[in-house]
């Protein structure tokens, strides 16, 4: 039997036997403005606030306080659960951007490392007791790895280093704009992200048009029977919702 990991994400529990398996890696991937931070942080809020359930949130691109200004729009009070220590925010954006970080959790070096940075996460998340981390996003640990050969090795230092707890993690990854239909699917930005986790998440944004421009997709999860459909995501005021296009139900956006 394989124990679930809630995710948070509205609708999408039922379409993955009952959440993420507990313990692995599930890569979130989509270009800019798809919804990988607010997935990440829906996961951990409501993970917080619903599941009881500390979380680690390491941002390599944006300023924590931006990203606690950005969630304030669904009602997030992020700041509400780092004081409780259900939520820690690692800033390892200052250290890539060589400023210093006045946050409580950063990374004391100008330089970022790899490895001493596997170090910090595990910390953080020792001292908060956390069960469920985001690294946001993989393409931040990479500034100063430049071959794949290098990024693979990088994640799997990263699921290995998560064996040894049993933490449940989502890592974000930008992948280039493309269409459905533009050749073959690429789901992460090095192409070789997707086959070290454990799972794949593919967020779509057209961009355009109707409302019903926003995506998600489940390329893989491991050791479970999933959704094979592209179904339509939205980002409503409480988050983001995804339904089966079959059922209609009750609105919850
Ligand atoms: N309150 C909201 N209601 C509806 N849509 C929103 C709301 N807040 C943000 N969005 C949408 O979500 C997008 C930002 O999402 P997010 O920051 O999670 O994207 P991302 O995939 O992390 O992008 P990047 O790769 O640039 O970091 C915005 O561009 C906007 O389209
Ligand atoms: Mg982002």
Redesign the pocket.
Known sequence: MIERVQTGVYGLDELIEGGFPKGRTILVS????????????QYLYRGAVEYGEPGVFVTL??RPELIRQ?MT??NWDIPKLEKKNMIAILDASSARAGFPSEEKYRIPDTSLDVDRLLLRIMQVVDEIGAKRLVL??VAGLSAHIDSIHEIRRTILKVNYMLMRTDVTAVI?S?VPEQGFTAGPMQFSKYGVEEYVADGVIV?H?LGFGTSDTRTLYIRKMRGTRHAEEILPMH???KGIVVRKPEEPGERIY
């Open positions: 989509g270009g800019t403005g798809a919804g990988k931070t607010i997935f990440g942080m691109d944006e950005d729009r669904f946001d996003s974000t930008e967020l944004y980002i409503t005021q």
